[in-house]
Structure formats: structure tokens, C-alpha cells
């Protein structure tokens, strides 16, 4: 009863450091997102994918690259973290034409 | 890119009372969705809307989906501590990749 599998939960990096954030899914879904949560915002989507192989710019995807090379794996890469990418961030994953499913979030510090 | 405001940004209730928040937007949406989140855990799905004028109940939950498809409320009755967290609207509009748009969230506070 997985659903959308986050790692790491928790993580300091210093400026200029990089890292990647996974997530897993085994619900089969097509489509999956990297989101990410500040205070006082709703969650604003960074990149996403419509199927294995392909991915998509959302309205926040500077500073970050993803890459889906199978369907239930979105990796969510800084090549040098900054300060402002301190955040929450969540993944999630749909069937075609259904409702997000979140994972429960990676707590993301930059010093 | 699109927006939607959603009210109030916080709420502090007694128990056994209802609630209400809306959201309303700029453009036309195809799809309005409501998330619950708890602390340290990721939006939970609460209700999904697909027609103008559509009415749906999740339990104490009830949500309707506008008649000119650019507002979406959600009602609480009879609240209860676990009530207790942020409320998420979002909506969908056309599009290939189904990418969600999200209000800034409402915090409910529910008082023995």
C-alpha cells in the first residue's frame, strides 16, 4: 500500500552543493510532477511527465532538471543548490484524466 | 500563469461547527479538486468535481463545482478536532498534461 514513495525525507545541503530527489510510484500511473511548497503558497509545479522517456517545464523549473527513464521513477536533480530552493518538495502521479496522488514531501534546506 | 484565490486564508472554529471556504478564479476550469494536508504529510484528496453545477458529499464533506465554472466552495459541517489542517483548492484546465493550479490554502483550527 505504497502509493508515491518520496527519498529523502529530510536534507541540508550547502550552497552550491547538488542532490537528487526520488520518487517511486507502483500505482502504474502515466503522468508524474515535482512540486514544490513554500510558506503562505500553494504548491507550484516544477517540472512533470507524461510518460516514460518524456518530460515538460512547469511554471517554476529553473535551477532544476528531472529525468524519467521508467515509468515509475521521476528524479528531481539540483546542479547547485541556492539558498532560494529551500523548501518542501512533493511529487505526485495521475492516471490520464484523474486526480494527483502526493507523496509525503522531502524537507529541503540550503545553507 | 492562472490564479485562484481562495478564502479565507485561515479559520479559527469551535467545535461542532460548520465551515465554509471558497475559491474563485480568472479563468474557466474544467476540474475543481479539494486537498486536505496534515503536518509534515502531503495533500490527501478530499473531493473531485467534473461538471458545472456538480454537488458532491464526502461524509461531513460538501463541495460544488460553479455554474460559470470559475468557483468552487467547500463545506464542513459539524467540525471535529481531526478537521484540524490546510485546505487545498485546485483546479484543472484544458490541457495535455493535466497540470493542476493551486489556491494558497486555508487553515482550519478547530477549539474544543
Known amino acids: 500500500n505504497a502509493g508515491v514513495t518520496q527519498t529523502p525525507k529530510f536534507r541540508v545541503l550547502k550552497t552550491g552543493q547538488s542532490m537528487t530527489l526520488l520518487c517511486a510510484q507502483d500505482?502504474?500511473?502515466?503522468?508524474m510532477y515535482w512540486y514544490r511548497q513554500d510558506p503562505g503558497m500553494g504548491l507550484r509545479l516544477i517540472h512533470y511527465?507524461?510518460?516514460?522517456?518524456?518530460?515538460a517545464k512547469g511554471e517554476v523549473p529553473d535551477g532544476y532538471n528531472v529525468s524519467r527513464l521508467k515509468k515509475q521513477n521521476f528524479l528531481l536533480g539540483l546542479e547547485s543548490a541556492a539558498p532560494s530552493q529551500t523548501s518542501v518538495y512533493f511529487c505526485?502521479?495521475?492516471?490520464?484524466?484523474?486526480?494527483?496522488?502526493f507523496g509525503d514531501g522531502t524537507r529541503l534546506s540550503i545553507l | 500563469g492562472q490564479q485562484l484565490n481562495q478564502s479565507p486564508q485561515s479559520m479559527f472554529i469551535q467545535e461542532g461547527e460548520d465551515v465554509s471556504m471558497n475559491c474563485t478564479s480568472s479563468?474557466?476550469?474544467?476540474?475543481w479538486l479539494w486537498y486536505k494536508q496534515d503536518p509534515g504529510e502531503g495533500p490527501v484528496l478530499l473531493i473531485a468535481?467534473?461538471?458545472?453545477?456538480e454537488l458532491t458529499s464526502n461524509g461531513r464533506l460538501t463541495a460544488q463545482f460553479g455554474i460559470t465554472r470559475k468557483d468552487s466552495f467547500l463545506n464542513i459541517s459539524a467540525s471535529i478536532p481531526s478537521d484540524v489542517g490546510i485546505y487545498f483548492c485546485?483546479?484543472?484546465?484544458?490541457?495535455?498534461?493535466?497540470?493542476?493550479?493551486f489556491g494558497s490554502g486555508t487553515q482550519l483550527t478547530v477549539l474544543p
Open positions: 485546485a483546479g484543472f484546465h484544458s490541457g495535455s498534461a493535466r497540470q493542476l493550479t
Open positions: 505526485a502521479s495521475s492516471k490520464t484524466n484523474q486526480p494527483q496522488h
Open positions: 511527465s507524461v510518460g516514460e522517456g518524456t518530460t
Open positions: 468535481l467534473y461538471k458545472a453545477g
Open positions: 479563468s474557466i476550469f474544467n476540474t
Open positions: 500505482m502504474n500511473h502515466e503522468y
